[in-house]
């Protein structure tokens, strides 16, 4: 009798362990079903499905008993359809390299593009830096005592207060006559090698580059002294008689032209419009009263026009090595 008990308890425990086991088996089927879901919506895979056979075992409550051979044939189906989300894995993931490096080549081929054009603007700033230092130098040798600076944003030389006009009047008085006069010959000289046109040069002596200027402004500002009206008439017969004065020197400096052929030269006045310090002391009205000579650079807006300026400039260059 022992021995039959003994031979049932033990009978029920092995039937017990591979309930136990079975159960474990199909909960791991389960888990790796709902992960070939995942993985195959990470692919865009709407024609993933689980084979017939592990549907059944889905389907069914767990404790449910199913033959060894089910449980074989859905392994069986499911290895495949991992081998097949592999490959479809491996496939989306040389297609997205492939598709980085599309992306890297169009990169690299837009960079030197905005390269060239920064480089080029970039070393234009530098060339109109040189060239006011160059006029300002310049002036200095004969007119020691002037006061003359290059403006804060180094794109105009600028004369304030009574440097070249007494308040009130644009007429040039015989010293300040002799300083824009040397400043046209100094600015006649420097724009052959910034400009085009019959007198444009590119020779070894020429340290501009590539760079175009674009126009020479003279530009006359007054404080706020006086009615409007006024003062516009005031500073734009002061920019005028700057550049007659000029002209009177040799007119020949209108012959610097710019890319679209348009002469370099330029007046302009505005008044107690673009004043750069307040109109409240006798010192700050002082700075506004002033002539800016502004010198605005060629301005390319793509590598077109970079390589036309090339083009032209190269021309320029080989005229003068044939000479």
């Known amino acids: 009798m022992r021995r039959l008990e003994r031979n049932r308890a033990r009978t029920e425990e092995e039937e017990s362990v591979f309930v136990t086991m079975t159960d474990m088996t199909i909960s791991f089927l389960l888990i790796i079903m709902i992960l070939l879901a995942f993985f195959a919506t990470l692919i865009n895979d ?59 080549q169009l990169k690299n081929e837009q960079l030197p593009i905005a390269n060239r054009l920064e480089t080029y603007m970039s070393q234009s700033t530098e060339q109109r830096r040189e060239f006011l230092d160059k006029l300002r130098e310049g002036l200095l040798v004969e007119f020691p005592e002037l006061q003359v600076v290059v403006s804060p944003e180094q794109d105009a030389l600028r004369f304030q207060g009574e440097g070249l006009f007494r308040s009130g009047s644009s007429r040039l008085e015989p010293r300040q006559r002799e300083i824009v006069e040397t400043l046209g010959r100094l600015l006649d000289e420097t724009l052959v090698c910034f400009t085009l046109g019959e007198r444009a040069e590119r020779g070894p002596d020429c340290k501009s580059g590539n760079a175009l200027i674009e126009a020479v402004q003279i530009e006359g500002h007054t404080d706020s002294d006086g009615t409007d009206l ?35 030269m330029s007046v302009s006045g505005y008044g107690e419009m673009r004043p750069i310090e307040k109109n409240d002391t006798i010192e700050r009205k002082a700075a506004n009263r002033r002539i800016d000579l502004r010198i605005i650079m060629y301005a390319p807006s793509k590598v077109m026009d970079v390589e036309e300026v090339e083009r032209r400039l190269d021309a320029l260059r080989d005229a003068g090595e044939a000479q």
């Open 46 to 104: 709407e024609e993933f499905a689980l084979p017939e056979v592990c549907e059944n075992i889905r389907d069914q409550d767990v404790s449910q008993d199913f033959s060894a051979e089910i449980v074989g044939d859905c392994i069986e189906e499911l290895v495949d359809q991992v081998k097949s989300l592999e490959a479809r894995l491996a496939q989306a993931s040389r297609e997205n390299e492939d598709l980085r490096e599309e992306l890297g």
């Open 230 to 264: 006024n003062n516009l008439r005031l500073s734009t017969e002061r920019a005028n008689a700057t550049l007659l004065v000029m002209l009177d020197e040799d007119r020949s400096i209108l012959e610097h032209q710019n890319l679209r052929g348009q002469p370099v």
